[in-house]
């Protein structure tokens, strides 16, 4: 099988859509609007726990050192609360930018925190004639794996392809047009500069929204066992290795939303690709079932 990262292909998609199959040209068509969708309904938080709020407490009386350690502290523990809520709905929006060209990603589906493993549904823009011109893929996540249906060219309709995303220059924080939502919590490990922007409503439901950096490599240092290799992979490709972000917990401390923008370098010079993720209805059943052997496609994929 041939999977190549595509850092240097030109175009707005850069690395993503070009794993997804999509052409990328500097001329590319797709629309732009809003990278982040917050229509999903969450629930409500429930008891509130030494969470989130209670870091907004903090820094409430003064924002001092010890407020500022707090807020961090929640924030990097963000993929420990998810692991409690056990699993999620999700929602992902991926925009890459260059060029004064805008492209948007979406997609859809769900995360068992627990299995580490999730489904979505990723829908690629449409074509200059306003066409849906790619039937949507299915991704399922894996620790170390990505899987694919309805990859492209040159696969077969009943195949899936798997790409081992240790091997990725990114990680897969964006290769599959949507970044793992673990993955996303994992990298706040490494947060600091973590900012209070203040309380919102995100779908009906309170949440704290801080705004701060993160450092893939030290994010590889310090995340679960599962989600090291990646990230390891991801602090070679990138072309600065922090991140900045904006994360939304709610009262018990788990991740609403998070918003990271990443960039890479190619030969038309910086393309910014921000990546978004809607966490909602937590503790709702997400059954993922990676395919057999024999369903792995293992040709050449044609661009």
């Given at each position: 099988?041939?999977?190549?990262q595509h850092r240097r292909r ?73 692991a409690e809520a056990r699993s ?179 030969e038309t010079g910086t393309v ?32």
């Amino acid at each position: 099988m041939v999977v190549q990262q595509h850092r240097r292909r030109c175009g707005a998609f850069a690395v993503a859509a070009a794993v997804l199959g999509v052409v990328a040209t500097s001329g590319c068509s797709g629309g732009g609007g809003a990278v982040a969708d917050d229509r999903p309904g969450g629930g409500q938080a429930g008891e509130t726990r030494a969470g989130a709020g209670q870091a907004r407490d903090g820094e409430a009386r003064g924002g001092d050192a010890r407020a500022d350690k707090t807020r961090a502290d929640q924030v990097r523990k963000a993929a420990d609360a998810l692991a409690e809520a056990r699993s999620s709905k999700a929602r992902t929006s991926m925009e890459t930018a260059t060029g004064g060209t805008r492209v948007t990603i979406r997609g859809e589906g769900g995360y068992d925190f627990v299995r580490r493993m999730g489904q979505l549904t990723v829908v690629l823009p449409k074509g200059p004639a306003g066409a849906d011109e790619h039937r949507p893929v299915t991704e399922l996540l894996a620790p170390g794996a990505l899987y694919m249906k309805n990859r492209g060219a040159g696969v077969p309709v009943d195949k899936w392809v798997r790409i081992d995303t240790t091997t990725l220059e990114d990680g897969n924080l964006v290769t599959g047009g949507a970044t793992d939502p673990l993955a996303a919590a994992e990298l706040l490990r490494s947060a600091r500069d973590v900012t209070y922007v203040g309380e919102e409503k995100l779908a009906g439901t309170k949440v704290w929204h801080y705004r701060g950096i993160t450092d893939i490599a030290q994010a590889a240092r310090v995340a679960e066992p599962h989600a090291r290799a990646a990230l390891a992979a991801a602090a070679k490709g990138f072309a600065m290795d922090t991140v900045p972000f904006d994360a939304y917990l709610d009262d018990e401390g788990r991740l609403r939303k998070v918003r990271h923008r990443f960039s890479f370098t190619n030969e038309t010079g910086t393309v910014a690709v921000t990546s978004t993720t809607l966490l909602y209805d937590f503790g709702t059943p997400v059954a993922v079932r990676l395919p057999d052997q024999r369903d792995i496609y293992a040709g050449k994929i044609r661009a």
